[in-house]
């Protein structure tokens, strides 16, 4: 049994002008918990998708128990007995769990037969289920429940996960780590892809560092500081983003009990939410997606119009008007979805600049927009935010997840807002570029502006937030001052487990 | 006025033979459809189907080869709009009115020396004694054999989306092809069959019409029959017994009112004419009123080109 389970050498994938993956080699030993870090891009996605046989490698080897492992599908990797949590969900909404279980899987069993092995399986690893449902009403947390019983379902040898963790609360991600824990100590592997640092220093053995395509070393990420493991993948020291003490200012922005029906089937009802927040500081409002972040920055962005003294921006009512006169007066939004809500996809980075640019920049005359002026904004955005592209001419769905964020966070910042509100401002960024947009706002408040910041990424929060705020089921709780809070706490605060918990502390839970 | 000159056994017997050419192709478009395929070309297949069944059948004497060479003739045009919408990537819903429109010219080129000719008779089938039953007998057990098979087609989709692995990953693939390339399912190969299929029943349609109903050959003979059977999926919200209902009610109400018309009833022809139209979508749109489970059926790729980025 000396033999590692899966032995990678000297694996090359090059796509068109890109070098994905150059000469990477590490072994995953039998029952170890492996990390596999990077910044995006760094080819982690592409290395896993050859282990699962999505992609062809180039050049190099794999072993898979000793013997050679060439896997021309992922029919075959599942035969071989690897197993993979995708890190945005392969599911099919409008199909039941048992139908995305069974498509999951090499041999399903007849459909009554596998719904019974679902519950069975979901009650023994603590993650409760139900067969029957449609994906497309599940939580977050639930769907990836889903994918992991897919994974479990098949006894794998090798888990591979990619971010498993980034839209669980704290206390979903501990019930995770006790899954993971169990199947290790039955002896699986585990390929663990994340970039939250701390976790993999909790949960893993040994860790393999990747960047722009090559493994830069590895370590035993237990040894290691997270600050250590971040400029590791960095390749340079980091800055974490540093706020400065300055005063609090006026009340910039303020809602006053303010409840919103759901405007369609899926989505969350907002109740009675009550804020403020002052210049200079960063109001931070945690939770899960889908607990009213979008209708919150809907509202707030004057896309749902309100009853008008719901929402006063220094004082003055504006609920019911509309999102121009709003950036006029100074109060601009920053939508999570980036393609289709945030940018316009096939337009160029010049007329995305223009779209929100316009009304504070004075792009417009008479009804003629002055093209130079938008062009200086989105260079200088660009230049500004370090956004990795070749111009401002080309169309924003060329650009990466994480250049198109730092170029529509960075839009607003350009804008000296005195209000501004960012809806997961740092999602798949990467750690460096991440630093630098949170810093951004820090300076923002810093410079008198006032912030509200949503985001599922509470270490973030931490870092940034003045206040901390949380969204549950589309009620704010009473903000609270973010020096001093535990992430225990604001896992509470968050709604704790969902439910997650039911399968371990249900004999205690009678009261 | 003569209502009495409608015989209402005469009138479902007649309903579902000219019913049958859109439940076909409707059928075919569902599988196509479940697969996140939009095929708007449904028109142009049948009526390529209708000349090469027709062709086939007055060259060689044979319905049942006519019926054959229909399935191929259409599968062929259907295969033209699976390379390029599938392989080429070029946009389902311009594609699917060009292969309308090239469907409707090249049959007129193909049929030019066979209009005013009689095809060989496709007999109806008997089955010994049960055919002179009254009532039952004309309806159920008298009826051309593509009429069964057009039925049995319903059974049988409804349980292969239903019941079967392969069916499931139909499903899948038209749901979200993402997801169902990560699996490791082929999302071409999936979506290529699905467009065969149906592209086969749309012949069989067409041919129902030229070697049956009509039967002669006719430019543009089809007269919106695959636009027709496009909406019936879509109203009937992708299951297969509300196609079978959505046809059966358009054939019902345009046989019917020929009916009337010939009674000489007092209502302009020009809405009697409209009304099967009218009815139909009528009837559909009511059933499928509920939106949210119609959109949870609604195939979520529908439309969407697929390319396998790494």
């Not at chain 1, 897919?150 to 888990?159: E, F, S």
């Not at chain 1, 990795?388 to 804008?415: D, H, M, W």
């Not at chain 2, 008997?126 to 004309?138: N, R």
């Not at chain 2, 002669?216 to 992708?238: D, H, K, N, P, Y």
Request: hydrophobic share 50%; with cysteine.
């Amino acid at each position: 049994m000396s033999a590692p389970l899966l032995e990678l050498r000297g694996l090359r994938k090059a796509y068109p002008g890109v070098v994905a993956n150059d000469d990477v080699g590490f072994t995953v030993g039998r029952g170890e918990v492996h990390a596999l870090l990077g910044e995006n891009g760094a080819g982690k996605s592409t290395l896993v998708k050859m282990v699962y046989g999505l992609v062809r490698p180039d050049a190099g080897e794999m072993r898979f128990g000793g013997e050679s492992y060439t896997p021309g599908s992922p029919h075959e990797a599942r035969q071989t007995g690897i197993a993979m949590v995708f890190q945005h969900f392969s599911l099919f909404e409008a199909l039941d769990v048992a139908e995305n279980v069974a498509l999951g899987m090499e041999n399903p069993p007849p459909m009554r037969e596998l719904a019974a092995r679902i519950r069975e399986v979901s009650e023994t690893y603590g993650l409760p289920l139900d067969p029957a449902r449609l994906v497309g009403d599940l939580s977050a947390g639930e769907r990836q429940r889903v994918e992991i019983i897919r994974c479990l379902l098949q006894d794998p040898k090798l888990l591979i996960m990619d971010e498993p963790t980034s839209v669980l609360t704290p206390q979903e991600v501990d019930i995770l780590f006790e899954t993971l824990r169990k199947l290790q100590a039955e002896g699986t592997s585990i390929l663990y892809i994340s970039h939250k640092l701390e976790e993999i220093r909790t949960l893993c053995d040994g860790a393999t560092i990747l960047r722009l395509g090559k493994v830069v070393g590895s370590c035993d990420p237990r040894e290691k500081s997270a600050r250590e493991l971040a400029e590791m993948m960095v390749g340079s020291e980091l800055n974490p983003p540093a706020p400065q003490a300055h005063d609090l200012g006026e009340v910039m922005l303020e809602v006053n009990a303010l409840t919103v029906p759901p405007a369609s089937a899926f989505g969350t009802e907002l109740r009675d939410i009550s804020l403020q927040v002052r210049a200079g500081e960063v109001l931070g409002i945690g939770g899960v997606a889908g607990n009213g972040q979008d209708e919150l920055l809907a509202v707030l962005s004057g896309e749902v119009p309100v009853e008008n003294d719901k929402l006063r921006f220094k004082g003055e009512p504006i609920g019911a008007t509309g999102p121009n006169p709003r950036r006029a007066k100074g109060l601009l939004t920053a939508p999570e979805e980036r393609l289709g809500h945030a940018a316009a996809p096939d337009m160029s980075l010049i007329e995305n600049a223009a779209l929100s640019g316009w009304v504070r920049m004075g792009m417009v005359k008479s009804g003629f927009i002055n093209w130079s002026k938008a062009r200086a904004h989105a260079e200088h955005v660009i230049k500004d935010f370090d956004v990795r592209t070749p111009g401002p001419g080309n169309a924003a769905r060329a650009l990466s997840g994480g250049n198109l964020q730092k170029f529509v966070i960075g839009r607003e910042i350009l804008q000296k807002p005195e209000v501004l509100v960012v809806n997961q401002p740092t999602w798949g960024v990467d750690a460096s570029a991440a630093a630098a947009i949170r810093q951004a706002l820090l300076d923002l408040a810093a410079e008198g502006a006032a912030v509200i910041a949503i985001s599922q990424d509470l270490d973030e929060l931490m870092e940034i937030s003045t206040r901390f705020a949380a969204l549950n089921e589309g009620r704010l709780s009473a903000p609270r001052d973010a020096a001093g809070l535990t992430i225990d706490e604001i896992g509470l605060m968050l709604g704790g487990a969902h439910g997650m918990e039911v399968a371990h502390i249900h004999e205690e839970a009678a009261p | 006025m003569d209502f009495g000159s409608i015989n209402p056994v005469l009138l479902i017997a007649a309903l579902m033979l000219a019913s049958t050419p859109i439940l076909l192709a409707a059928l075919g478009e569902l599988i196509v459809e479940k697969s996140g395929v939009l095929n708007l070309g449904v028109e142009g297949m049948m009526i390529v189907g209708a000349i090469s069944g027709f062709i086939v059948a007055v060259e060689t004497g044979s319905p049942a080869l006519g019926f054959v060479a229909a399935a191929i003739g259409a599968t062929i045009m259907a295969l033209i709009f699976g390379v390029l919408t599938q392989l080429l990537l070029s946009n389902q819903v311009a594609t699917g009115l060009g292969l309308t429109l090239f469907g409707l010219g090249v049959s007129a080129l193909m049929g030019q020396s066979y209009v005013g000719i009689r095809p060989p008779a496709s007999p109806r089938l008997t089955f010994f004694g049960l055919s002179e039953v009254p009532v039952i007998g004309p309806i159920a057990f008298n009826q051309h054999a593509m009429v069964y098979v057009s039925l049995a087609l319903v059974v049988a989709i409804w349980w292969y989306l239903k019941r079967t692995r392969s069916g499931l990953i139909l499903r899948a693939v038209g749901e979200s092809h993402d997801a169902a390339h990560a699996l490791g399912y082929s999302v071409l190969k999936t979506r290529f069959a699905a467009i065969a299929f149906g592209g086969a029943c749309a012949g069989l349609g067409g041919a129902f019409l030229s070697l049956v109903i009509v039967p002669q050959w006719t430019e543009g003979m089809t007269a919106g029959r695959g636009w027709i059977a496009l909406a019936i999926v879509v109203f009937a919200s992708w299951r297969p017994w509300r196609v079978l209902l959505g046809a059966y009610l358009f054939g019902g109400v345009t046989v019917l009112q020929l009916n009337l018309q010939a009674a000489g009833i007092a209502i302009p022809v020009e809405l009697l004419s409209m009304s099967p139209y009218l009815i139909t979508i009528l009837v559909l749109v009511l059933i499928s009123s509920d939106k949210r489970r119609a959109a949870a059926n609604a195939p979520a790729s529908l439309g969407r080109s697929f390319h396998a980025s790494a």
